[in-house]
C-alpha cells in the first residue's frame, strides 16, 4: 500500500531523543530543549513566543482559553477543517459559528465571513488548508472592523506564505500541530506562537495546571497540556530540515500536477500568485461528481494499494456540534460538495516519481472505466 503520508525519522532525531533521555528531559517541566525548541520554532514564523503543548487540539483550546472566550461567545470557524477546530470552541463552552470554502483555495470564503458576524462573535479562526494560507491581509482587516480576535490554525500549513509572510505572524496567536503526519513531527505535540507578552504567559501558566505561589493553591484552573523534552529535542532536528520537507513537498506537488493534468473531470490544488503553498497533503476534487463516483473511485484505487482520504466533513454536519444548545444552522454548500467530491492522494515528501505516474494511470484508469 502506498501511504497517505509516511513520516521520516532519521538517525539524527534519534540520537538527540536519547541525548535528552540521558540528559534527564523526560517531561515538560525542565531542560533545554523546550525553550530551545521554542524560540526556535516560534523566530521560524517571525513571531515573538511560542508555547509548545502536548498537540494542536490543545494548542487551539489553550488559544482560545487565554483569548477569554467562553459561555455565549461565537467564534467564526473555517467549515472544512479537521473537528479540532471546531472542538476548541465548544470545549471553552462557546458556540463554533462555520464558514463556507471557497472554490478555488478551499479555504473559508473571505466574502462570507462578516454576514456571520453577530454581538455574540468573539474570534475567528482560520484554517490554512492542506498547506494553502488563506489571504490574511484581508481577513485581518475584517477582524479589525469588527473587533474580532484571530486565532491561525496552522495545524497544516508550517512555513507556508502569504505576501512572503508567514502562515502563523498575521493573528494574534497562532497554533500549529506536530502529529506524525505533519510537515514536521515530534510524534505528538503542538505550539502556539504569539507575538502578545499576556497571551504567553496566561498560555504557559495554564498548560501546567496554572501552578503558582503557593505551589498547591490555585487561583486558575488549568491544564497539563506540557509537551516533553524529548518531544522538544525531536522537534529541533525537524526544524533545521524544514525548509527541506517543504521543498520536497512542492516537488512532490509538481509531479502530481504534471502526470494528472491531462486528466478529465479533475481538478487540481491552486497556487495563488501571493501564495506560497506547502501541499501539507496532495487534493483533489471531482468535477460534476457525487460521492458514490467519488467513493467508487477510492475503492479502485484502494484495490491497487493506494491509500487515500476524503475531505473534511464540514463543520456544518457535525452531529457533536449542531446538537450543541445556542448552535446556529448555516448552510456551508461549497464545504458539502468538496466533503462530497474531494479526496486526497498519497503525499509523503519522499514519494518517487515512479510512485506518481503508477497513481496517475490508476486514477485515469479508473475513471475510463
Ligand atoms: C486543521 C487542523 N487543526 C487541528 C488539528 C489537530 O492537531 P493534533 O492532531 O495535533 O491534535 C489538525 C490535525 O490534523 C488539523 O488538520
New binding site residues.
Given amino acids: 500500500m502506498i501511504p497517505v503520508f509516511e513520516p521520516v525519522i532519521g538517525e539524527d532525531e534519534i540520537a538527540a531523543v536519547a541525548a535528552a533521555v540521558r540528559r534527564g528531559e523526560i517531561s515538560g517541566s525542565f531542560g533545554r530543549s523546550i525553550p530551545e525548541f521554542e524560540s526556535g520554532f516560534a523566530t521560524y514564523c517571525g513571531v515573538k513566543h511560542g508555547i509548545a503543548v502536548t ?4 494548542a ?1 483550546q489553550l488559544a482560545v482559553r487565554a483569548a477569554g472566550i467562553g459561555a455565549g461567545d461565537e467564534v467564526l470557524v473555517s467549515a472544512c ?2 473537528i ?2 471546531a472542538l476548541a470552541v465548544s470545549h471553552n463552552n462557546a458556540i463554533p459559528v462555520p464558514v463556507d470554502s471557497e472554490n478555488l483555495t478551499w479555504n473559508l470564503d473571505l466574502d462570507q465571513i462578516e454576514k456571520s458576524i453577530t454581538p455574540a462573535t468573539k474570534a475567528i479562526i482560520p ?1 490554512h ?1 492542506y498547506g494553502h494560507p488563506v489571504y490574511m491581509p484581508k481577513l485581518m482587516k475584517i477582524a479589525k472592523k469588527h473587533n474580532l480576535i484571530v486565532i491561525e ?1 496552522c ?2 500549513a508550517h512555513g507556508a506564505l502569504c505576501d512572503g509572510k508567514k502562515a502563523g505572524s498575521f493573528g494574534e496567536m497562532s ?1 500549529f ?3 506524525a503526519n505533519k510537515i514536521i513531527t515530534t510524534g ?3 505550539m502556539i506562537v504569539t507575538d502578545n507578552d499576556a497571551y504567553a504567559e496566561k498560555m504557559r501558566l495554564l498548560r501546567n495546571l496554572a501552578f503558582t505561589t503557593p505551589r498547591f493553591r490555585y487561583e486558575e484552573a488549568g491544564y497539563n497540556y506540557r509537551m516533553t523534552g524529548y518531544q522538544a529535542a525531536m522537534g529541533l532536528v525537524q526544524l533545521e530540515k524544514i525548509e527541506k520537507i517543504i521543498d520536497d513537498k512542492r516537488r512532490v506537488a509538481k509531479l502530481y500536477n504534471k502526470h494528472l493534468s491531462g486528466i478529465p473531470g479533475l481538478k487540481l490544488p491552486a497556487e495563488e500568485t501571493w501564495a506560497k503553498n506547502v501541499y501539507w497533503m496532495y487534493a483533489v476534487v471531482l468535477i460534476d461528481s457525487h460521492s458514490a463516483g467519488r467513493d467508487a473511485l477510492l475503492t479502485k484505487l484502494t484495490a491497487k494499494g493506494i491509500e487515500t482520504r476524503t475531505f473534511f466533513c464540514p463543520m456544518n454536519r457535525q452531529p457533536c456540534l449542531t446538537k450543541l444548545s445556542g448552535y446556529r444552522q448555516v448552510s456551508c454548500p461549497v464545504a458539502e460538495k468538496l466533503w462530497e467530491t474531494g479526496f486526497y492522494l498519497p503525499s509523503a515528501h519522499n514519494l518517487t516519481e515512479e510512485e506518481v505516474i503508477y497513481i496517475a494511470e490508476a486514477i485515469e484508469n479508473a475513471l475510463k472505466g
Fill in positions: 498537540s494542536g487540539t490543545t487551539l477543517t479537521n479540532a477546530t484554517v488548508v490554525d495545524a497544516e497554533c500541530s506536530f502529529y505528538e505535540g503542538g
